[in-house]
């Protein structure tokens, strides 16, 4: 969105604070804050921003950000009295899958900014499933609150108003990590090189998975699957963990199942969003668990799989254009085969890849413009 004349630099920074899930070591998430905390600085360049972590002295040395301990309530109290707005996002942070109380801690801090009487949006989030009743209470009772709600997806879009929430204060944005920028494949290729990958021998299929729901099933079937690729495409696999630990076990459970796991590889975690994108753009397919992983094959314009473990994946890979080859609990090695088979038989459109891209980058911008505009509006 253009610059307005109220745009203007003020004589002292504007001041957010964003809360979200942050400082535990999960790339997507990390990825979020860093594409958040860019584009707010190009809205505006007088900003400081403060952000709630888990982990505040990993956070202050990743970003150019004050940090406070997510479960500090008295400094995070403190810290509201100077702030001009709470952002709340991105993510899936208003949800009672995971459980209640990741539910009920993230509106604890939206409920300790109306106390305070310090405005608080929400920020390109991804809105539910709410499913408990007195949940959806709260949780409607306090976004009626909010000066704006941009949303990452037209289902949160409609569930904000199943709550009931004005549709005035509603703006249909996108993932921030999308304005992530595609980085030179030279990169992604030669990490793959170091870990063993033979880059000119076939295609590349990057995996990103995460532990859910009863493992053996779908392990065996995305192995045999993975297997097939190997014998029948001369492929060789590459498992890409998005969070640390849980991630890199579940992909090598994988690859232990594998009969022809000498072509499959497991990349540790600990590589930069840069180098992963970078990696990704080297694959000819990423299969896809981990929503950011989508999110990074979308940036790339690599094509994609999603298999389906929350409704979050559906809502991205339908916006975006990419194969959804159904539930994660329902997965057939078969289906999968053929999907994969029809991907590296017709490639994409790589025309149409950019188009949407772009269209989802400039709603992905809606957010930070929001946020700038009510924090100057609370200080003029």
Same mark, same amino acid.
């Given at each position: ?63 150019? %950000? ?19 707005? $709470? ?16 539910? @009920? ?35 409607? !009772? ?12 037209? @289902? ?55 532990? !859910?729901?009863?493992?053996?099933? !779908? ?33 090598? *459970? ?8 000498? $072509? ?8 930069? %969003? ?20 989508? %999110? ?21 890979? @339908? *916006? %975006?254009? @990419? ?18 088979? *029809? ?26 413009? !929001? ?10």
């Amino acid at each position: 969105m253009p610059k307005q004349e109220a745009d203007l630099p003020l004589s002292e920074p504007l001041h957010l604070l964003i809360s979200g899930y942050y400082g535990f070591h999960n790339l997507g998430d990390e990825a979020i804050l860093s594409s958040m905390q860019q584009a707010l600085r190009q809205e505006h360049d007088n900003l400081e921003l403060t952000v709630l972590s888990a982990n505040p002295a990993l956070t202050r040395s990743s970003y150019d %950000v004050k940090a406070l301990s997510r479960t500090d309530y008295r400094a995070i109290w403190k810290e509201l009295g100077k702030t001009d707005l $709470l952002i709340s996002g991105g993510g899936s942070l208003l949800q009672d899958v995971t459980s209640s109380r990741s539910l @009920q801690y993230y509106l604890l801090i939206l409920a300790m900014s109306l106390l305070r009487g310090t405005p608080f949006m929400i920020y390109s989030q991804g809105i539910g499933p709410i499913r408990g009743s007195w949940n959806r209470r709260i949780t409607a !009772w306090i976004l009626k609150k909010a000066r704006v709600l941009t949303v990452r997806d037209q @289902q949160s879009f409609d569930e904000l108003l199943r709550l009931g929430i004005p549709k005035e204060k509603l703006f249909l944005s996108a993932d921030p990590v999308l304005l992530f920028q595609a980085p030179s494949t030279m990169v992604g290729c030669t990490i793959l090189e170091q870990l063993g990958v033979q880059t000119e021998r076939g295609p590349i299929i990057g995996v990103s998975v995460r532990p !859910w729901g009863n493992n053996e099933a !779908w392990i065996m079937e995305l192995a045999k699957a993975l297997d097939a690729m190997v014998v029948e495409r001369n492929a060789q696999i590459v498992f890409l963990p998005m969070q640390r630990n849980d991630d890199e076990k579940i992909g090598q *459970r994988i690859r232990d199942s594998m009969k022809q796991k000498d $072509l499959a590889f497991c990349l540790p975690h600990g590589k930069s %969003v840069q180098e992963l994108l970078s990696v990704i753009d080297a694959c000819r397919l990423l299969i896809g668990v981990r929503l950011h992983a989508l %999110v990074f094959a979308a940036i790339t314009t690599t094509p994609a799989i999603a298999i389906r473990y929350d409704p979050k994946v559906d809502h991205f890979a @339908q *916006r %975006v254009g @990419q194969t959804l080859a159904g539930n994660l609990a329902d997965l057939r090695s078969e289906e999968l085969l053929a999907y994969m088979n *029809r991907h590296l038989d017709q490639p994409v459109d790589g025309k149409e890849a950019l188009r949407k891209l772009d269209e989802l980058r400039s709603q992905a911008h809606v957010s930070a413009y !929001w946020a700038i505009r009510i924090a100057e509006g609370r200080r003029r």
